[in-house]
């Protein structure tokens, strides 16, 4: 039988030696294997990127502080930023994405296995491409290493005049390299949900989290080209001569903005939407109940990923539009807020009523559900024009994105490691160092970014390398600071955690959670096949009904046609 | 493990999913789109911008001949794999070699024309504004082009090497589907360089 053949094979796996392991895994076309390559990459940039953040956050303890020069300031933040948005965050969710999607939807593999390694390591690349800036980039002696234009690149700060050495050219590249892996992830994605879906699996029966990953990768293809085509134009400008964003020679440089935005906004839903994703499988779990209106769920993510393609100037509200435009993007900006106050309703409407269990998933889910709630709040205060003149470019515009992607994305993506953490590794996590990590984290998160609102009010621009004492910002700095330092904390946690529990963690079985969905109907961790025998599925609960044939659901889900 | 075939329903399941090659050139399509929508619209909005010449309505002539090889390999392309579709192998390597040889004759096309505007008329990427674009523009078309036929020539030695069978018919249309996108680019292009651009 085809189990034994495959026991076999794994047996001999666990006694290969060191070398022939890191081959399997350097050559893997296999989807999980490539899903935990893209976490652990992510991991690795979210401690470095997370040093860099460090290094900012103790050069602005106090005023007039020296612990490192303005030049190696500018090129933390640039590095920061860009490591966080495209090495961290977007791996690690397209880590997941990889790891869950053919799992949930009942195939054997992604569409495409051998794109899918092509796509990973483009984007292994792109960062490492990145980080050799350190070492690479002095064209001139005396010029910067690492990019240091910030991480949107505004022109004329990239042209070659003020811009010198290679340091852009790092960051255009690793861009562009890494861009045409997630064009190639988001590819594969939207081909394994349309064609790979176990028989009876309907698109109305598929998993919220495949649906979302879905609506994610379209954005991908919408959004990360743009960027690419922007980054081609860069190239031209910096090897070739040319003039795109060159006003010297009549080119614009808020044209770049555009270019960028109309990446830049859309991207922040391509982040954010996995996030719902993990909080859509999360909650319900942990609540006790199916998910509160799932047609719903499933327009309004829609929903949002349309008017997301139509609101990128609100990120240019200070660079001078006219009326019509500031208007418009105002009014875009602002309707965003109804599909995603759809979504906290449904969440918070599956919790109501539920048998709640707190376990390290559902305390991070619940900590994305309100503070998601605030940054979406403060994103409405955003929106409005008038009130962008006077703080954009401020630390509360850095509070508040800070607020979706750490407070929302994050916290969610921590409730996904631990949610399938036992699936990934066969081993559960400590539920007391999950929790330990929660608390620290949570205090380290609202240290940090519920002070650091006030000293944008307070009018602190971003990016300053030192300010000035008794401006009212010193105090709110150093809680800012501090609270940076239990979110470290928390972090270490949480890596400990992951580490010891692999090694040492309690052996689960298939199904630990007493979940829903067709992941946890094979073993943990899954075969390379995945599933032994393709499984049929007839309502969004397939192993509730396997679970309770007295009772099943395709009997009460409105789509039912059969 | 055991609990695996309890997830096999007695209802008779009729499942048709589409293919997933078509599903992911449908993709690509879409990425590729957009980044030439974003180079149309700097085009588009750089015209008239450029501060010294030469200026477009000076030295851009419409290529009509080989905007008519071009779009003719459209139909080409199509007849290649509907004779494919109907096992008609003899058929299927002409027409295929009659698309390559109309999309190499756009190439060279392309190509005599920005041998003449850097030669006789001064003009390149860094000239001025419209050079900028239009070098972009059409070199980004051109590059596509490119890349389709690379990939019709391998094609096509599989062809005359006789691995192309009736059986490969929608992997090949696959591809044909790229070369009508490439084609109805064109379409753009012409438009905005050769009429809105002049």
Redesign the interface.
């Known amino acids: 039988m085809a189990?034994d053949a495959i026991t076999t094979l794994r047996a001999d796996t666990a006694s290969l030696p060191f070398v022939v392991k890191l081959h399997e895994w350097v050559t893997t076309v296999d989807h999980k294997r490539l899903g935990i390559l893209y976490i652990v990459y992510a991991l690795v940039f979210l401690m470095i990127g997370g040093v860099e953040a460090a290094v900012m956050r103790i050069q602005l303890i106090r005023p007039h502080n020296n612990f490192v020069s303005p030049e190696v300031f500018n090129q933390m933040f640039t590095m920061h930023g860009t490591t966080m948005i495209f090495f961290v965050v977007m791996p690690m969710l397209f880590g997941f994405a990889n790891y869950l999607v053919p799992l949930m939807i009942g195939a054997r593999d992604m569409?495409?296995p051998r794109l899918n390694a092509f796509s990973f390591w483009l984007t292994a690349f792109g960062g490492i491409l990145l980080y050799f800036s350190f070492l690479g980039a002095n064209g001139l002696y005396g010029d910067g290493t690492a990019p240091d234009v910030g991480w949107f690149a505004y022109a004329p700060l990239t042209s070659k005049t003020f811009s010198l050495g290679h340091s852009t050219d790092f960051w255009t590249l690793s861009l562009l390299v890494s861009g045409f892996g997630s064009?190639g992830t988001?590819?594969?994605i939207?081909?394994?949900i349309?064609?790979?879906?176990c028989?009876?699996m309907t698109l109305a029966k598929m998993p919220l989290l495949a649906w979302l990953n879905l609506v994610m990768a379209v954005l991908v293809?919408?959004a990360?080209?743009?960027l690419?085509?922007?980054q081609?134009?860069l190239a031209?400008?910096r090897y070739?001569?040319?003039?795109?964003f060159d006003t010297q020679?009549?080119?614009?440089a808020v044209?770049w903005m555009h270019?960028f935005w109309?990446f830049g906004h859309p991207e922040v839903y391509v982040l954010v939407i996995p996030a719902f994703a993990f909080a859509s499988e999360i909650i319900p779990v942990f609540s006790r109940k199916a998910i509160f209106g799932y047609p719903v769920m499933v327009a309004a993510t829609v929903c949002i990923a349309f008017i997301s393609m139509s609101v990128w100037a609100h990120h240019m509200f200070t660079v001078g539009m006219n009326a019509n435009a500031n208007t418009f993007f105002v009014l875009s900006t602002m309707a965003i807020a109804v599909p995603t106050g759809i979504k906290i309703f449904n969440w918070l409407a599956t919790m109501w009523g539920g048998k709640i269990h707190f376990k390290t998933p559902m305390l991070f889910c619940i900590g994305f559900l309100f503070q998601f709630l605030i940054a979406g709040l403060t994103g409405i205060m955003l929106s409005a024009a008038p009130f962008t003149w006077h703080l954009g470019n401020s630390y509360f515009v850095v509070a508040h994105f800070h607020y979706v992607i750490v407070g929302a994305i994050l916290f969610a993506t921590f409730g996904a490691f631990y949610y399938w953490f036992p699936k990934m590794a066969g081993k559960m996590y400590n539920e007391t160092l999950g929790k330990l990590h929660f608390w620290l984290f949570l205090i380290g998160f609202h240290l940090t970014f519920d002070f650091m609102h006030i000293p944008g009010l307070l009018g602190m621009p971003r990016r300053i390398y030192t300010y000035e004492p008794g401006r009212g910002w010193d105090t709110l700095n150093l809680i800012v600071t501090i609270g940076a330092f239990f979110q470290a904390a928390g972090i270490l946690v949480f890596v400990a955690n992951l580490l010891w529990s692999y090694f040492h963690g309690e052996t689960v079985g298939?199904d630990p959670w007493d979940a829903w969905t067709?992941e946890w109907?094979?073993?943990s961790p899954p075969p390379v096949y995945n599933?032994?025998?393709t499984?049929?599925?007839?309502s969004r609960r397939?192993l509730w009904d396997?679970k309770h044939p007295e009772d099943p659901d395709w009997k009460y889900e409105y789509m039912e046609r059969? | 493990?055991s609990?695996?075939?309890?997830?096999?329903?007695d209802?008779n399941?009729t499942?048709d999913?589409?293919?997933?090659g078509r599903?992911?050139m449908y993709?690509?399509i879409?990425?590729?789109s957009?980044?030439?929508?974003?180079?149309v619209v700097?085009y588009l909005?750089?015209v008239g911008?450029?501060?010294t010449g030469p200026m477009p309505k000076d030295v851009l002539h419409a290529p009509i001949f080989f905007t008519i090889c071009l779009l003719s390999s459209s139909l080409t392309i199509h007849l290649a794999v509907s004779s494919l579709k109907r096992a008609k192998t003899s058929g299927f390597p002409l027409w295929w070699f009659l698309t390559l040889a109309l999309g190499a004759t756009f190439l060279a096309g392309t190509a005599r024309e920005w041998h003449r505007l850097i030669y006789n008329e001064g003009l390149t990427?860094?000239t001025?504004?419209f050079g900028?674009?239009y070098y972009?523009l059409v070199g980004?078309h051109a590059f596509h082009v490119t890349v389709g036929l690379l990939a019709i020539t391998t094609v096509l030695l599989f062809a005359l090497l006789g691995y192309v069978r009736q059986e490969h018919a929608e992997r090949v249309d696959v591809l044909a589907l790229y070369w009508h996108f490439v084609d109805a680019v064109w379409v753009i292009v012409f438009t905005v360089v050769y009429v809105i651009g002049r």
């Open positions: 189990t569409a495409f064009i988001a590819v594969n939207i081909a394994t349309f064609c790979m879906r028989p009876g293809i919408l990360v080209s743009p690419s085509a922007a081609i134009m031209v400008d070739l001569g040319g003039h795109f020679a009549g080119g614009s044209i270019f109309i298939s067709l109907s094979t073993s599933f032994a025998i499984p049929e599925v007839r397939p396997l059969s | 493990m609990t695996q075939p309890a997830l096999i329903s209802a399941i499942w999913l589409p293919p997933r599903v992911a993709c690509l879409s990425a590729e957009a980044i030439f929508t974003i180079f700097a909005f750089y911008k450029s501060l990427i860094q001025n504004l900028t674009t972009s980004l």
